[in-house]
T-cell receptor, first 112, second 114 residues
Framework: QKEVEQNSGPLSVPEGAIASLNCTYS??????FFWYRQYSGKSPELIMF????GDKEDGRFTAQLNKASQYVSLLIRDSQPSDSATYLC????????????FGRGTSLIVHP | DGGITQSPKYLFRKEGQNVTLSCEQN?????MYWYRQDPGQGLRLIYY???????QKGDIAEGYSVSREKKESFPLTVTSAQKNPTAFYLC?????????????FGPGTRLTVL
């Protein structure tokens, strides 16, 4: 059973701070990693994906991947109250089936 | 506009009834998925389909059934054998590349057993 682990939180940060969300995975063969944001009562939407070791930046979001240590993280700079949501890490399994395993998600609260 | 639609948004079921949740996509995606989400939980895979007329069980398929007769449609039936069906059901689709790709989600159906 492939596992994807996230701290459920809630992670509470003040407005303007950096929020750091972490995800570890068990499948060493995984090649791609996805972060989804889910507002309460809504469906998930993709905010970042990363394939290579290192950092990938998109606006206020940075994804960091370390395959040797099997973790991927998401940094949100200048956090806004509108960033308050649950962030889901998804890791497709290796072996060609590409079916993602989702973590339980981390709840982020950005307070003014 | 391309996207995924699910209906109904809310569904109430009496015990012993079968109900069918609709999922339609016009993104021309090969792969489609059904997930179940319980409060405070992540997404758990029920069934997935990589191509028309073929589908595979996910982690929690017991008590559910699907069909994939058309590329655009992937309906999910929640049968009376599913003992605890109250949950938020999400349908998704993706292109279907071997290393994994972005999933596009529908708005979800919230099923409640009375």
């Amino acid at each position: 059973q492939k596992e994807v682990e996230q701290n459920s939180g809630p992670l509470s940060v003040p407005e303007g701070a950096i929020a750091s969300l972490n995800c570890t995975y068990s499948d060493r063969g995984s090649q791609s990693f996805f972060w989804y944001r889910q507002y309460s009562g809504k469906s998930p939407e993709l905010i970042m994906f990363i394939y290579s070791n290192g950092d990938k930046e998109d606006g206020r979001f940075t994804a960091q991947l370390n395959k040797a240590s099997q973790y991927v993280s998401l940094l949100i700079r200048d956090s806004q109250p509108s960033d308050s949501a649950t962030y889901l890490c998804a890791v497709p399994t290796s072996g060609g089936s590409y079916i993602p395993t989702f973590g339980r998600g981390t709840s982020l609260i950005v307070h003014p | 506009d391309g996207g995924i639609t699910q209906s109904p948004k809310y569904l109430f079921r009496k015990e012993g009834q079968n109900v069918t949740l609709s999922c339609e996509q016009n993104l021309n995606h090969d792969a489609m998925y059904w997930y179940r989400q319980d409060p405070g939980q992540g997404l758990r895979l029920i069934y997935y389909s990589q191509i028309v007329n073929d589908f595979q069980k996910g982690d929690i398929a017991e008590g559910y059934s699907v069909s994939r007769e058309k590329k655009e449609s992937f309906p999910l039936t929640v049968t009376s054998a599913q003992k605890n069906p109250t949950a938020f059901y999400l349908c998704a689709s993706s292109i279907g590349t071997p290393q994994g790709d972005e999933q596009f989600f529908g708005p979800g159906t919230r099923l409640t057993v009375l």
